[in-house]
T-cell receptor
Framework: NAGVTQTPKFQVLKTGQSMTLQCAQDMNHEYMSWYRQDPGMGLRLIHYSVGAGITDQGEVPNGYNVSRSTTEDFPLRLLSAAPSQTSVYFC????????????FGPGTRLTVT | AQKVTQAQTEISVVEKEDVTLDCVYETRDTTYYLFWYKQPPSGELVFLIRRNSFDEQNEISGRYSWNFQKSTSSFNFTITASQVVDSAVYFCALRDGYNKLIFGAGTRLAVHP
């Protein structure tokens, strides 16, 4: 099992550019989520999904879009990148119930100039 | 609303000292789970423990122990005889009926030889 994979590992964008961060898991997990990690703020939930075709907003959804067309994939789209979106992004997955721990990908370090 | 507070931003200890990381949470749900994750300098997030709201037994795993007290809404983590390899950022997290995993801001632990 590859677990949770994320691409790319690093990315530099100019303000206003768009891009998609990829996330995939091979554990047949229904629940997937995206977090951003900023110094001193822990991990903040951006969007999450409880299954294919179902997504919902987390704490900091503005500026990001998600879709879930398959169980395996959960891409995160930045529509028009801003310097405030400079962060480390983590994708995670788990079984749907609240008692299951989440498995995290290795992260994508994004810099917006 | 859900909230997790880790009041200690950074802790510095010398090897072999015991150290306790505090975690205080807020939720309106009666059924919820609490988690601790470790983020070593390499950046990945490692699951350490899960505890459900109906189980207040303390847990011990090697040098690690966890004290869950519903009366004070706390889920504290103690490392006994700390080692340099324990140096990391530690996150406490809460997952309840909203099915979102909410993290505290993290505590950075530095263990010096």
């Amino acid at each position: 099992n590859a677990g949770v994979t994320q691409t790319p590992k690093f990315q530099v964008l100019k303000t206003g550019q768009s891009m998609t961060l990829q996330c995939a898991q091979d554990m047949n997990h229904e629940y997937m989520s995206w977090y951003r990690q900023d110094p001193g703020m822990g991990l903040r939930l951006i969007h999450y999904s409880v299954g294919a075709g179902i997504t919902d907003q987390g704490e900091v959804p503005n500026g990001y879009n998600v879709s879930r067309s398959t169980t395996e994939d959960f891409p995160l789209r930045l529509l028009s990148a801003a310097p405030s979106q400079t962060s480390v992004y983590f994708c995670a997955s788990s079984y749907k119930g609240i008692g299951y721990e989440q498995y995290f990908g290795p992260g994508t370090r994004l810099t917006v100039t | 609303a859900q909230k997790v507070t880790q009041a200690q931003t950074e802790i510095s200890v010398v090897e072999k000292e015991d150290v306790t990381l505090d975690c205080v949470y807020e939720t309106r749900d009666t059924t919820y789970y609490l988690f601790w994750y470790k983020q070593p300098p390499s950046g990945e997030l490692v699951f350490l423990i899960r505890r459900n709201s109906f189980d207040e037994q303390n847990e011990i795993s090697g040098r690690y122990s966890w004290n869950f007290q519903k009366s004070t809404s706390s889920f504290n983590f103690t490392i006994t005889a700390s080692q340099v390899v324990d140096s990391a950022v530690y996150f406490c997290a809460l997952r309840d009926g909203y099915n979102k995993l909410i993290f505290g801001a993290g505590t950075r632990l530095a263990v010096h030889p």
